[in-house]
């Protein structure tokens, strides 16, 4: 890319370089390593992403049904706090004082 570019063209910044991810081979799993021993097995690589992507998929879903309950059920605890305060607090005022 650098060495394509004339010297009269303005040098390049980080947004002009595209990014690439990836793997090291030397830190991957043999599983994932090609026959030559210097690449990625891509299918490999990508086919336990996507799945270990699903698995994570279905764990968010998991829980954000936790969570949606979990809110309905603190609603309903607010709601019934409030209740018994109601209640409470009209047992206190009509309760008549003791006399000696």
Not at 33 to 59: C, F, M, N, P, R
Not at 76 to 100: F, G, T, V, W, Y
Request: proline share 5%; hydrophobic share 35%.
């Amino acid at each position: 890319m650098r060495e394509e570019r004339s010297p009269y063209n303005p040098p390049l910044i980080t947004e002009d370089i595209k990014t690439y991810y990836g793997a090291i081979v030397d830190e991957c799993d043999e599983v994932f390593i090609d026959e030559s021993g210097k690449g990625i097995h891509l299918y490999s690589y990508s086919s336990l992403t996507i799945k270990a992507l699903q698995e994570v998929d279905a764990t968010v879903q998991e829980q954000e049904v936790e969570i949606a309950n979990i809110k309905l059920q603190v609603a309903s605890q607010e709601d019934r706090i409030a209740r018994l305060e109601e209640l409470l607090l009209q047992q206190l005022i009509n309760k008549k004082p003791e006399q000696p």
